[in-house]
């Protein structure tokens, strides 16, 4: 059974890094999949952050491409997210999910993790 | 990119009737990368329809999608208590990918 599970700080300061990872169990990273991440805003609708492929290859959002780094570690079965110089408008649910532009679209989605940006 | 308009915003049936969610792209979305997903409060999103009408694996044959181009719809045959809940229009097929803003299906 595929599962995502979402880690990191739940909170970060302003100006700085957010870096959170996902780690992926019943199926291999380097499966043949790409890898989504997939942002909420606290009471609001559902933001594509970009996705990335077991290569390194990487497509990111325009609106946050500028600050954004994916990456998977197949050596942990892992993925990451980093995203840099927050502010408060980066407070949000930040899910993991399996799938992107090709193929199936997200079908297997961590729970999330709540990142607040406050000092 | 493709901005896609949900409408109506908020939908109040009662269980047991139908329900039709509108999903409308600002441009055409190519080969039908058109899903919908199911969000309950707390919960992550639950796909239910990909490429416009083929159901994700264990969605109940109440729910059905339709469409093409740039006008899609998502149909709920018979409303059960467990299906009022936020639903998300998604377009897959070009970058970025994007989100409607959802329509809560709520019980009237």
């Known amino acids: 059974q595929v599962q995502l599970q979402e880690s990191g700080p739940g909170l970060v300061k302003p100006s700085g890094t957010l870096f959170l990872t996902c780690a992926v169990s019943?199926?291999?990273?380097?499966?043949?999949?790409?890898w989504s991440w997939v942002r909420q805003p606290p009471g609001k609708g559902l933001e594509w952050i970009g996705e990335?492929?077991?290569?390194?290859?990487?497509s990111y959002n325009p609106s946050l491409k500028s600050r954004v780094t994916m990456s998977v570690d197949k050596s942990e079965n892992q993925l990451s997210l980093r995203l840099s110089s927050v502010t408060a408008a980066d407070t949000a649910v930040y899910y993991c999910?399996?799938?992107?532009?090709?193929?199936?679209?997200?079908?297997?989605w961590g729970q999330g993790i709540l990142v607040t940006v406050s000092s | 990119e493709i901005v896609l308009t949900q409408s109506p915003g908020t939908l109040s049936l009662s269980p047991g009737e139908r329900a039709t969610l509108s999903c409308r792209a600002s441009?055409?979305?190519?080969?039908?990368?058109l899903a919908w997903y199911q969000q309950t409060p707390g919960q992550a999103p639950r796909l239910l329809i990909y490429?416009?009408?083929s159901r994700a694996t264990g969605i109940p044959d109440r729910f059905s999608g339709g469409g093409s181009g740039t006008d899609f719809t998502l149909t709920i045959s018979r409303l059960e208590p467990e299906d009022f809940a936020v639903y998300y229009c998604?377009?897959?097929?070009?970058?970025?990918?994007?989100f409607g803003q959802g329509t809560r299906l709520e019980i009237k």
């Open positions: 998604q377009q897959y097929g070009s970058s970025p990918i994007t």
């Open positions: 019943g199926v291999s990273v380097s499966s043949g999949n790409w």
């Open positions: 441009q055409s979305v190519s080969s039908s990368s």
């Open positions: 999910a399996r799938g992107g532009m090709t193929g199936i679209p997200p079908n297997y």
């Open positions: 490429g416009a009408s």
């Open positions: 990335v492929y077991h290569s390194g290859s990487a």
